[in-house]
T-cell receptor, first 116, second 112 residues
Framework: DTAVSQTPKYLVTQMGNDKSIKCEQN?????MYWYKQDSKKFLKIMFS???????INETVPNRFSPKSPDKAHLNLHINSLELGDSAVYFC???????????????FGPGTRLLVL | GESVGLHLPTLSVQEGDNSIINCAYS??????FIWYKQESGKGPQFIID?????DKRQGQRVTVLLNKTVKHLSLQIAATQPGDSAVYFC???????????FGTGTKLQVIP
């Protein structure tokens, strides 16, 4: 069984479109995250949610809005997509806030977004 | 697969040899460090961590060394196997803060 799953795996879209990426974890964790990995493999956190509450909101454009309908899901909606949004987006989860409690994080397989 | 134009530092190692992957971290206030492994097409995977009150920590076939004086972290992999081929990242954190800062990765290629 997949611990952290993301859909879609690949997403190709035009500039200006609105798209969503879904994430689900079946580990019973309380905390979920979104990361962005650029073409140079540089990984940066975007958001973290603990018990459906937003904890970290890094300097991310307002066009990005996370939504957590329940503890097992954290979706990422992106409005007015731009070329620079092209990247791989990873969802992750941990039982408690990482790294504050040094919990192990589990990452999903990533969603490869290409904006044309 | 890799992106066109991507130039990650690459370490090529013969299967069975030991690998040493180095990382220079940026913030002298950082006191918690983590190594991740990312295989092609997959998400990062937590390997081992170390706190600043230690200078060495061992796991299964992996050892992390921390030199706070020069802000240097290394990951040693014993008896490297083809399955170790991946990109390895170090990450740093200031304890009590929720943000982890990732370093640039190093690609490990294991030659059979």
């Amino acid at each position: 069984d997949t611990a952290v799953s993301q859909t879609p795996k690949y997403l190709v879209t035009q500039m200006g479109n609105d798209k969503s990426i879904k994430c689900e974890q079946n580990l019973g964790h309380d905390t979920m995250y979104w990361y962005k990995q650029d073409s140079k493999k540089f990984l940066k956190i975007m958001f973290s949610y603990n018990n459906k509450e937003l904890i970290i909101n890094e300097t991310v454009p307002n066009r990005f809005s996370p939504k957590s309908p329940d503890k097992a899901h954290l979706n990422l909606h992106i409005n007015s997509l731009e070329l620079g949004d092209s990247a791989v987006y990873f969802c992750a989860s941990s039982q408690d806030l990482f790294p504050v409690r040094q919990e192990t994080q589990y990452f999903g397989p990533g969603t490869r977004l290409l904006v044309l | 697969g890799e992106s066109v134009g991507l130039h990650l530092p690459t370490l090529s190692v013969q299967e069975g040899d030991n690998s040493i992957i180095n990382c220079a971290y940026s913030n002298s206030a950082s006191d918690y460090f983590i190594w991740y492994k990312q295989e092609s097409g997959k998400g990062p995977q937590f390997i081992i961590d170390i706190r600043s009150n230690m200078d060495k920590r061992q796991g299964q076939r992996v050892t992390v060394l921390l030199n706070k004086t020069v802000k240097h972290l290394s990951l040693q992999i014993a008896a490297t196997q083809p399955g170790d081929s991946a990109v390895y990242f170090c990450a740093e954190n200031i304890e009590g803060y929720q943000k982890v800062t990732f370093g640039t990765g190093t690609k490990l290629q294991v030659i059979p």
